[in-house]
């Protein structure tokens, strides 16, 4: 562990950090080296005994999905870097990107070796054009070091890297969303199954891994699994990077192991809520993740509590919000950008997203009546789990959340015929 | 073929390994609802309609993306299905304009059908509703977005079936929309089977819109006689006005699957075309035709013809048939005048065209309905007898005296315009048997009014030697008579045709009796689907 105690950000306070030199004079690319020398196999299950799960909010583990892949096809395999970083509250994988490229690209290596890929591609989302070259910077250097396209390291692997800039779809976060992207076609989740690990990028096995994911990886080659499965509770194993954000004294992405209780991260790391004013909820994850209250932020910050909880653990990147927010209208922000972002292909998502976000917006004007809260939870029933893809029910769990938890605040809404709290601060 | 044995709502039944739950609930007699899905193109699962719950599973599936796997029980008729379906109507109604009462979809309208069936009786949407303007894309059709429930079928059938993209999804998240490509229009000649698939009133057909109600209308089982192919159809027939109003594409998988093609759809105009032969009649010599009998023009024609005969042999006589006529007219013709009068000049004209060929289906070539029929049946020269071109050279050097054409044509479909010209002017007697006017007919001296493929019954076989029914339709007004009855008439007044008015199933037991090639079939044999000759039937694919 480096001397600021951090895993994953151990360097990017550092003057170049996003240069060869830098990385490698902190022992970057030394993991390819041991990847390299090893079988693929050894690898995958390395990645597997270590716990690691993706860090793009679905949380699933990391081995397992490279296990996928079959071992005997005569088709090329892709592995997929997933820069789409665009749920609302999400800016954990830009600072990567922008810091420590040559960690993200090491690990889309290492990954790629693992599961029989010869070819890389980081989709990153259109908006982070500037990260985007920094990274094709951190490749060009790696390809002059031999770390990227023919024989890397001598070893006889080869493994081209390319990068692919999205056009500002949030759905292209979906993997097969994304997939469907790089094919060059509407960014439109496909039906499932068959996985990506089977059929994906241009109909072969493919593997989408979240940025943090992969940057996580190695430093579990390089230090053993056992390590990484050490640090945090069971089976949320890991260094985390948690972007936080709202009404903190220091927003920003902190480095601390799975599961450290919220409170902890709002008011050691965040600095606190300004003013010391009380905290009314936090989105935990990501706007797709339903809304703490203040009085349940006493939870560790890691998937399997978080679900305990109602919640998801999402991205790990909370929003915090004082009593100064109307959360009505931060219901009706999250709704607005789900509707903007629904692709529109499957029926509950694209109508009922939509209606979502007009029935908020009814009852924070104030002409809303008692009746559109029981349709607005009825229609978060009727789109979930009936969609294509996962969007539908990052629209739904949100908008129900902020309507249970805080229905006395939506009913003032209806009853006074405004906004009781003003236009809040969260826009 | 591997099979699997599954259950829908408790019915045991076995399916092809790989068919999905709306399939095997068709088999099974359970009706699993669905929008986007279509056998004849590929899985979208868009609609969401279809969900079905698995005995054991958590979540509901999409019906037409899951195959049913052995021993699985696939449940529709449950509370949680039942309330999955009720969300996807009241979703796709929300900006739905509900104008049934002027939406030429009304009435067979799947979106209308499953509202009425399963769909909530009123909407908790209380928001103005997303408009669109109505829109010409081309290819016929007219485009009404606020009815579109984008279930992407014709996006998918240029896509796919057509090979092209000239209409594509755009937009997204509620603001999705169906468009033509940067303001392109459709120009596929596939396109008017989108109207057919449209399972709401989104993209209508220009040509039958306002024209009359669904419910209206008498569907009759029909083949295509634009081209070889055969395609069956439905024609769309409005019986208070006698009158047909469309025609749609009927299934059959071993000609047409699903699909039609705008040629043929359009057929039905020339049907009504207000120039049409509607009574006999003759000139005797002098320009302009003056209205006659049937009895009269029969009996002058009969006259005229055995006059020739006798003065110059059945080698002065020529008989230029036809393959747009039926296997029944055809067979009446070469029993008629080659068996019985012994006249060996007997032949048909081609129509052959450059095929338009589309990803999944063929415009064939050969404008002959039923080419192969007339040849196995032998529209063609007797023993000494002389082809089309001779036949015309022969007529224009004074060889022939007269002329019998069972459907005219524009003069360069008989061989060089000219000596066809010069051939029409020579003859002492020509005779032309039509339902439109051309300048064949121009020409005539009898002019026997013929009916167009909607008035008469026969059978027709296609370039796969598939023998297939079109059903007569109706009797458009006016004095004409269908073919197989005016060679019957000719055949009697030539003292060639002994027997009483036989009808086209009679006339195809006797085909099928003397030439081998039918033998086997009958009416009951051909059903509504065809059957191929015997002959054909190594070759009779899919397709």
Not at chain 1, 306 to 312: F, P, V
Not at chain 2, 283 to 291: D, K
Not at chain 2, 335 to 357: E, H, K, M, W, Y
Request: charged residues 25%; contains cysteine.
């Amino acid at each position: 562990m480096s001397a600021n105690g951090r895993v994953l950000m151990a360097t990017v306070d550092l003057p170049g950090s996003h240069t060869l030199d830098v990385y490698r004079k902190h022992g970057g690319y030394e993991a390819l080296a041991t990847a390299l020398s090893k079988q693929p196999d050894e690898i995958i299950d390395v990645v597997k005994r270590s716990g690691l799960r993706g860090r793009g909010g679905a949380g699933f583990p990391t081995g397992t999905k490279w296990g996928f892949v079959p071992k005997s096809t005569e088709k090329p395999k892709y592995m997929c870097v997933n820069a789409d970083e665009s749920e609302p509250g999400a800016f954990k994988d830009r600072l990567l990107c922008a810091k420590d490229p040559h960690q993200v690209l090491e690990g889309t290596l290492i990954g790629s070796y693992a599961i029989g890929a010869r070819r890389a591609y980081i989709y990153i989302r259109g908006e982070f054009a500037e990260e985007a070259r920094i990274l094709q910077a951190a490749i060009d250097e790696a390809r002059a070091a031999g770390l990227v396209g023919k024989n890397i390291l001598k070893s006889g692997y080869d493994c081209e890297v390319t990068i692919y800039l999205g056009a500002g779809a949030y759905i292209c976060g979906e993997e097969t969303g994304l997939i469907e992207s790089i094919e060059g076609k509407r960014g439109e989740p496909r039906l499932k199954p068959p996985f990506p690990a089977l059929v994906g990028l241009f109909g072969c096995p493919t593997v989408v891994n979240n940025v943090e994911t992969l940057a996580c990886v190695p430093h579990i080659v390089k230090r053993g699994w056992e390590w990484f499965a050490a640090i945090g509770p069971e089976r949320n194993t890991g260094p985390k990077l948690y972007g936080l954000s709202g009404h903190v004294n220091r927003p920003g992405v902190y480095e601390a192991p799975m599961g450290i209780p919220l409170r902890t991260l709002i008011d050691e790391y965040g600095g606190g809520v300004p003013g010391g004013r009380p905290i009314k909820g936090v989105i935990p994850g990501g706007a797709s993740c339903p809304v703490l209250t203040g009085e349940e932020i006493d939870i560790p910050m890691d998937f399997d509590s978080l679900t305990r909880a109602g919640s998801l653990f999402g991205t790990g990147t909370p929003v915090v919000m004082d009593d100064t927010t109307c959360m009505v209208r931060a219901a009706w922000i999250t709704a607005r950008f789900f509707a903007h972002e629904s692709c529109g292909q499957c029926t509950p998502c694209r109508e009922g997203c939509g209606w979502l976000q007009r029935l908020l917006w009814k009852i924070e004007t104030g002409n809303g009546v008692e009746r559109d809260l029981d349709v607005l939870l009825s229609v978060t029933d009727q789109i979930e789990g009936n969609t294509i893809c996962a969007l539908g029910d990052a629209a739904a769990w949100p908008a129900r959340g902020f309507a249970k938890k805080y229905r006395d605040e939506f009913l003032r809404h209806i009853r006074e015929k405004r906004c009781p709290i003003g236009s809040g601060s969260l826009h | 073929m591997a099979t699997v044995k599954v259950k829908v709502d408790g019915r045991e039944v076995v399916v092809e390994k790989g068919t999905n739950m709306i399939e095997a609930g068709k088999k099974a007699g359970v009706l699993v609802p669905s929008f986007c899905y279509h056998p004849g193109l590929p899985v979208v699962g868009v609609c969401r309609i279809c969900l079905c719950e698995v005995e054991g599973r958590p979540k509901l599936v999409a019906g037409c993306a899951t195959p049913v796997e052995e021993g699985m029980h696939v449940i529709t008729r449950s509370a949680k299905v039942r309330e999955a379906r009720r969300a996807v109507m009241e979703f796709l109604l929300i900006h739905h304009p509900l104008d049934c009462p002027m939406c030429d979809k009304g009435g067979e309208c799947t979106l209308q059908d499953y509202t009425i069936m399963m769909g909530p009786a009123h909407s908790r949407f209380e928001f103005e509703k997303t408009t669109w303007p109505e829109e010409d894309v081309g290819g016929k059709l007219i485009l009404n977005k606020n009815r579109c429930i984008l279930c992407l079928r014709c996006v998918n059938l240029c896509k796919e079936v057509a090979g092209e993209d000239e209409i594509a999804v755009l937009g997204r998240g509620e603001e999705t929309y169906i468009g033509t490509v940067a303001g392109r229009k459709i120009t596929n000649e596939l396109a008017g089977n989108i109207a057919d698939i449209c399972p709401v009133g989104a993209l209508t057909s220009k040509d039958f819109r306002f024209r009359a109600r669904p419910w209206e209308l008498q569907p009759v089982p029909s083949v295509c006689t634009l081209c070889s192919k055969g395609c069956n159809t439905s024609v769309g027939y409005h019986p208070r006005r006698n009158e047909i109003v469309r025609i749609t594409a009927r299934e059959n998988m071993d000609v047409n699957q699903w699909w039609i093609c705008d040629r043929g759809r359009g057929g039905f105009h020339p049907v009504h075309a207000p120039d049409r032969l509607t009574a006999p009649a003759g000139r005797n010599g002098t320009p302009g035709s003056a209205p006659t009998s049937w009895k009269g023009a029969t009996a002058a024609i009969a006259l005229s013809l055995r006059a020739i005969l006798t003065r110059h042999g059945q080698t002065s006589v020529g008989v230029v048939a036809s393959a747009e006529l039926t296997n029944e007219e055809c067979f009446l013709t070469r029993s008629i005048f080659r068996d019985t009068l012994g006249i060996p000049n007997l032949d048909f004209p081609a129509r052959p065209q450059p095929p338009v060929v589309y990803k999944q289906f063929t415009i064939e070539g050969d404008q002959n309905p039923n080419t192969r029929g007339a040849r196995a049946i032998g529209i063609a020269p007797g023993p000494q007898g002389l082809g089309l071109a001779d036949m015309m050279r022969a007529a224009a050097e004074g060889g022939i005296h007269a002329l019998i054409f069972l459907r005219g044509g524009p003069l360069d479909r008989f061989g060089d315009p000219a000596i066809v010209a010069r051939a029409l002017a020579q003859v002492e007697l020509l005779v032309v048997v039509d339902s439109h006017p051309s300048p064949v007919s121009e020409r005539a001296h009898w002019i026997l009014p013929g009916v167009s493929f909607a008035e008469r019954e026969g059978t027709y076989t296609n370039s796969k030697g598939r023998v297939q029914r079109a059903r007569k339709v109706f009797t458009v007004r006016g004095d004409t008579r269908e073919d197989w009855r005016i060679l019957q008439d000719l055949g009697r007044a030539l003292g060639a045709w002994t027997t009483d008015d036989l009808g086209p199933e009679q006339i195809f037991q006797r085909l099928a009796l003397a030439h081998p090639a039918f033998s086997g079939l009958n009416y009951t044999v051909l059903g509504e689907m065809g059957a191929p000759l015997a002959a054909a039937k190594a070759d009779v694919a899919v397709g």
